[in-house]
């Protein structure tokens, strides 16, 4: 009998622990779910800040160091699709920065340079027809689709 009772009170303590595992895993799983959405979520409202001063001066005249925080903030952010036109006086038809695939269509002997080359050479070498003048001042505009979103933000020196 006193076995009998050892084993009762042995399997009640292996019930309990399995039943105290299966409520730690059901709590660990809820609130893991909701550290995700939360993660998430703010992810999403980075991504707008971020966006939101990309385009913050359409229609304004901005400073060329101001189209440099732009190209910096578009090769940081570039999961958000946006691509950047610079027209200096010297070259009115621009230089075109996809952060989203790291390209540029700044020319050089064989193809283009990649958005960092092109970055790095447009903010150091003054001689560069695509220089930007950190004191220069440029006329910012943006371009919409159909839908309201936007796909290219033009800066063309003044």
């Given at each position: 009998m006193h076995n009998m009772t050892d084993f009762l009170k042995y399997g009640a303590?292996?019930?309990?622990?399995?039943?105290?595992?299966?409520?730690?895993?059901?709590?660990y799983h809820?609130?893991?779910?909701?550290?995700?959405?939360?993660?998430?979520?703010?992810?999403?409202?980075?991504d707008s800040i971020e966006y939101q001063e990309l385009v913050k001066n359409a229609g304004k005249t901005v400073s060329g160091s101001s189209v440099i925080e732009a190209l910096d903030n578009l090769k940081a952010n570039s999961d958000l699709g946006l691509t950047?036109?610079?027209?200096?006086?010297?070259?009115?038809?621009?230089?075109?920065?996809d952060a989203l695939n790291g390209t540029s269509t700044k020319s050089k002997a064989s193809g283009s340079y990649s958005f960092d080359?092109?970055?790095?050479?447009?903010?150091?070498?003054?001689?560069?027809?695509?220089?930007?003048?950190?004191?220069?001042k440029f006329e910012c505009s943006v371009d919409t689709n159909s839908n309201g979103v936007v796909g290219t933000i033009t800066y063309t020196q003044k």
């Open positions: 303590g292996v019930v309990l622990v399995i039943a105290l595992i299966v409520i730690g895993f059901n709590v809820k609130g893991d779910d909701t550290v995700t959405k939360g993660l998430s979520k703010y992810d999403a409202y980075m950047i036109v610079v027209k200096t006086k010297a070259n009115t038809s621009g230089v075109t920065y080359e092109a970055l790095n050479i447009v903010k150091n070498t003054k001689s560069d027809k695509d220089y930007i003048n950190p004191a220069g």
